[in-house]
């Protein structure tokens, strides 16, 4: 499950720190661990503003995407290079799969992968052909804002000490749209030119659940709810709607009349997926956004009563549901 992150306020000059982290099979509950060492050095780090951690989302994502916030780019530069990170390295080497992609993204005023789902491209350019690198990247840039479902990208340059490689966060609305845009002839064309100024570039995914599909009722949200709270407002409203269709309409309408099982289970499921990401969790995220969304001050207790509150949702639909006619 993601970390929740824990909000401050965003100064102008605050930069993001992303790492893609490849971690060996077996060990994601260890590096889990690690990871909440880590988060406790940070709480008490000059500079330091919050953090989030994604998990895994194989097949499509396959690393852990650590997201963290400082006040400056010296603050975040100073955390990279502390003895206290430094050491947490060191701990945990022998259960990583290769090398970290560290990535540095000067904040602005937007949330950080706000999209279902980003393309982290690094290209590591040539000396002396930066210009060439950033015209080409202006023309592919125009042209992958003509795509379905594009959200808006981030060109950050190389950072001494840092990070050799050009970066780019390149946010889709789906997996679909971005892809049709990865392998998009007009890509592979431009993506032909790339050898006379470019060394290697690498391309991951990145994927942030259910985001879409909440709203908050905060005028600007920092980050999208934990991902173990969009889990248990999904099955909120999943489940009963599920047994609320089928009782009263795949049952009696669908298969009472011949449909096949098959495609009767098929029409469901695409009636209540439209449903609960046009109506059904926009609603509950806005009624329940006082839990999703809580102040640093109040998040252990409001996450504990929230949590009480949606078991109770569940049992209450349990003993519900059980007095209907079988």
């Known amino acids: 499950m993601a970390t929740p992150p824990r909000v401050s306020a965003v100064p102008p000059s605050a930069v993001t720190l992303v790492t893609q ?170 993506l032909a030119e790339t050898p006379r100024f470019s060394f290697e570039s690498h391309t991951r995914k990145v994927h942030t659940g259910f985001d879409s599909w909440f709203t908050s009722g905060q005028r600007t949200a920092v980050e999208p709810p934990p991902v173990w709270k969009q889990n248990m407002i999904v099955l909120l409203v999943l489940f009963p709607t599920v047994f609320l269709f089928g009782y009263f309409v795949q049952t009696p309408l669908l298969l009472g009349r011949g449909v096949p099982f098959w495609l009767a289970l098929f029409l469901a499921n695409a009636l209540i997926t439209g449903l609960l990401g046009w109506y059904f969790v926009p609603w509950a995220s806005r009624a329940l956004d006082w839990w999703l969304n809580p102040t640093p001050a109040t998040t252990p207790r409001v996450n504990w009563a929230g949590v009480a509150l949606i078991v109770a949702l569940y049992g209450l639909c349990l003993l519900v549901f059980s007095q209907f006619p079988s």
Do not use: C
């Open 21 to 190: 982290t490849r971690v060996s099979p077996s060990h994601d509950e260890e590096f889990a661990r690690w990871q909440e060492q880590v988060n406790h050095a940070l709480a008490h780090f000059p500079g330091y503003l919050d953090h989030t951690v994604l998990p895994p989302h194989p097949p499509a994502q396959v690393d852990w995407v650590v997201v963290q916030r400082f006040a400056s780019n010296e603050t975040a530069r100073a955390w990279l290079q502390s003895e206290q990170r430094l050491r947490l390295l060191n701990t945990i080497q022998p259960l990583l799969v290769g090398q970290d992609d560290l990535h540095l993204f000067t904040d602005d005023s937007e949330p950080k992968l706000p999209a279902p789902v980003t393309a982290i491209i690094s290209i590591r350019v040539q000396p002396g052909q930066e210009a060439a690198f950033q015209e080409w990247q202006r023309r592919i840039a125009t042209v992958e804002a003509t795509f379905e479902g594009f959200s808006g990208y981030r060109l950050e340059p190389p950072v001494p000490g840092v990070q050799d490689h050009w970066m780019t966060m390149l946010r889709f609305d789906s997996d679909a749209h971005l892809d049709a845009w990865l392998n998009s002839e007009q890509r592979q064309q431009l």
